[in-house]
């Protein structure tokens, strides 16, 4: 008897574990957002720098802009402030763009005030280690950048803030660069009433050991029980992304920090030396928006758009106090690029499909599109989806 009934329960847990298998998907996560999704549309630097060089004016750029974000009924903006070590904003810390350098007013503060006044709230969007992708020599840099000021000053020391591998980048193992970005951050939130701080993928830009050798060698040299490589700058990456959540909290506890980081959460990990989990885990986060830039039919299964979904669904349940967005392929529409063209030549409505699960999700509270200029691109393609947005928005 006591043999049939052991048996009995483990073909019980057996077909329970099964079906809680099956069902994990629907069953696993905590409906918060069903029935809502904000969404928000990415502004590139390259999309600004155009809007201060059209012939139309940036004023007529900008309320332009203003006008088709409301009539999307987007919630949020994410403005490129600092793409390459660079500033929009006059800074103590940083150079200057050009094309703002031509005005004689603060196009920041334009850009807040007017989209504010619409109702939409206003990030500020930064790259914290990309310095320059075109050339490695320094002598292309501003001389006001601080990349530029580490490598031409007489202290040989802190020319190690600095890594020169196929373009110039800022070093992140170190605690001077570290201070620099807190810092440009601490900046603009005292000058600027922004409503959050956002990072995009750009973290290491490479595996390769010789990137930052010098850097590494002589943490080894220091340490008894020295971390790996990879262990060692994803722990430099972590100390940044902490620094800058404490900053930022310290000045505005309402302001909200987010990190875009790519789709895959193991290219992140070992690739970018990012990792997301802990950063969800220990709460240095307010936001992850991954960009989930891939269709429904991608060629490789484990790259589709649903699959990507869930598993960043199963990364953020570890703290439900952390916020998921999704970051979605507009600038996809249309595109002829290999490996999935053949999806976004021909549909009209991958955009608004993806937008409708996010906002029927239950865990995903909205959406953000990359980027602006795709979104109210002219083409047919790119105007259907646009249609198709408008409807569900």
């Not at 409906?31 to 969404?39: R, T």
């Not at 088709?68 to 949020?76: F, G, I, Q, W």
């Not at 110039?168 to 900046?187: K, Q």
Request: aromatic fraction near 12%; glycine fraction near 4%; hydrophobic fraction near 40%.
């Amino acid at each position: 008897m006591k043999r049939l009934l052991s048996l009995a329960l483990v073909l019980i847990f057996i077909l329970c574990g099964c079906s809680a298998e099956n069902g994990q998907e629907q069953s696993e996560f905590t409906d918060k957002n069903a029935g809502k999704a904000s969404l928000g549309i990415w502004f590139s630097f390259s999309e600004i720098n155009s809007m201060l060089l059209s012939e139309k004016g940036f004023e007529t750029e900008l309320q332009q802009a203003v006008e088709n974000c409301r009539s999307l009924k987007a919630e949020n903006v994410y403005i490129h402030v600092r793409s390459y070590c660079d500033s929009l904003f006059p800074s103590d810390y940083f150079p200057l763009i050009a094309e703002a350098a031509n005005y004689d007013y603060d196009i920041f503060e334009a850009v807040i005030k007017a989209f504010r006044e619409a109702g939409i709230k206003v990030h500020a969007w930064i790259n914290p280690y990309r310095v320059l992708t075109s050339s490695s020599d320094p002598q292309k840099l501003s001389e006001k950048s601080p990349a530029y000021k580490w490598l031409k000053d007489a202290d040989s020391e802190n020319d190690r803030n600095v890594c020169i591998w196929q373009g110039i980048y800022l070093n992140p193992a170190e605690a001077e660069v570290r201070r620099l970005v807190i810092d440009g951050i601490r900046e603009l939130m005292r000058n600027y009433a922004v409503d959050g701080i956002h990072f995009d993928d750009y973290f290491y830009p490479t595996a390769d050991p010789d990137f930052d050798r010098v850097s590494y060698e002589s943490y080894c040299e220091g340490s008894k029980n020295p971390l790996s490589l990879e262990n060692w700058r994803r722990a430099n990456v972590n100390a940044l992304i902490s620094g800058c959540y404490t900053a930022i909290k310290a000045i505005n506890g309402d302001t909200v920090f987010s990190i875009s980081p790519a789709a895959s959460i193991e290219n992140n990990y070992t690739a970018l030396f990012a990792d997301v989990e802990e950063w969800v885990q220990s709460g240095y986060v307010d936001t992850v928006i991954p960009q989930l830039y891939f269709g429904f039919d991608y060629p490789a299964a484990e790259y589709r758009f649903e699959k990507l979904l869930l598993d960043w669904k199963r990364l953020v349940s570890c703290n439900p106090q952390v916020e998921l967005l999704i970051g979605l392929a507009s600038y996809k529409i249309g595109t002829d690029a290999a490996p999935d063209n053949a999806e976004w030549e021909q549909s009209a409505d991958i955009i608004p499909r993806q937008a409708k699960v996010c906002l029927e999700d239950g865990v995903a509270a909205g959406y953000v599109l990359f980027s602006y200029s795709s979104v109210f691109s002219d083409r047919e393609l790119n105007q259907k989806q646009r249609q198709g947005l408008s409807e569900i928005s």
